[in-house]
């Protein structure tokens, strides 16, 4: 069965750092990647998806998530953060054959600091 | 820009009593689902749905939940008789194929049991 690990429950990062948020799956084929955004009182909103070729993806936002097979990895990045970043960030995997059914990881929550 | 809107934003109900969650999907979109959030916990598989029946559905979705497109633009999640551990945050999603990776959520019913 698939499963994702999101091993920060919450981050605090000041406006204009850096930002890695992990994500790590668990699947025995060649999975389906994505992670989704969720601010307050809003409902998921993708921020990239990764399903083959190249390992570096680019998403919405300026955010940017690569695939490590060999570390079993999709962490997602930002190289300056802004206030308006500050919400809860999921990773999901999807099975190969489609995106039937998503399973999330537990979310990492994020603030942001002036 | 198109998006899935959900109804009730918010839900109060006694135990035992039967809910109906409501939502309209993107109107091109062929694929709906549903998924839950207890809160503090992952965001979960129910059920998905396509051509008029279950395509796919979890451990959790028993026989006290049934879902129904019961025209052409709503997509309705029943519980039969709630349960406290029912409450939580239900999100609606559609997409357009199975295939495009994006699954369009709404902003959540939040459904309260008491």
């Known amino acids: 069965a698939q499963s994702v690990t999101q091993p920060d429950i919450h981050i605090t990062v000041s406006e204009g750092a850096s930002l890695e948020l992990r994500c790590n799956y668990s699947y025995g084929a060649t999975p389906y990647l994505f992670w989704y955004v969720q601010s307050p009182g809003q409902g998921l909103q993708l921020l990239l998806k990764?399903?083959?070729?190249?390992?570096l993806v680019q998403g919405i936002k300026g955010f940017e998530a690569e695939f490590k097979r060999s570390q079993s990895s999709f962490n997602l990045r930002k190289p300056s953060v802004h206030w308006s970043d500050a919400a809860e960030y999921f990773c999901?995997?999807?099975?190969?054959?489609?995106?039937?059914?998503?399973?999330f990881g537990t979310g990492t929550r994020l603030t942001i600091i002036p | 820009e198109p998006e899935v809107t959900q109804t009730p934003s918010h839900q109060v109900t006694q135990m035992g009593q039967e809910v109906i969650l409501r939502c309209v999907p993107i109107s091109n979109h062929l694929y709906f689902y549903w998924y839950r959030q207890i809160l503090g916990q992952k965001v979960e598989f129910l059920v998905s749905?396509?051509?008029?029946?279950?395509?796919?559905k979890s451990e959790i979705f028993d026989d006290q939940f049934s879902v129904e497109r019961p025209d052409g633009s709503n997509f309705t999640l029943k519980i039969r008789s709630t349960k406290l551990e029912d409450s939580a945050m239900y999100f609606c999603a559609s997409s357009e194929t199975r295939s495009t990776g994006e699954l369009f959520f709404g902003e959540g019913s939040r459904l309260t049991v008491l």
């Open positions: 749905f396509y051509n008029n029946e279950i395509s796919e």
């Open positions: 990764y399903f083959s070729g190249d390992t």
């Open positions: 999901a995997v999807g099975a190969s054959f489609g995106n039937e059914k998503l399973t």
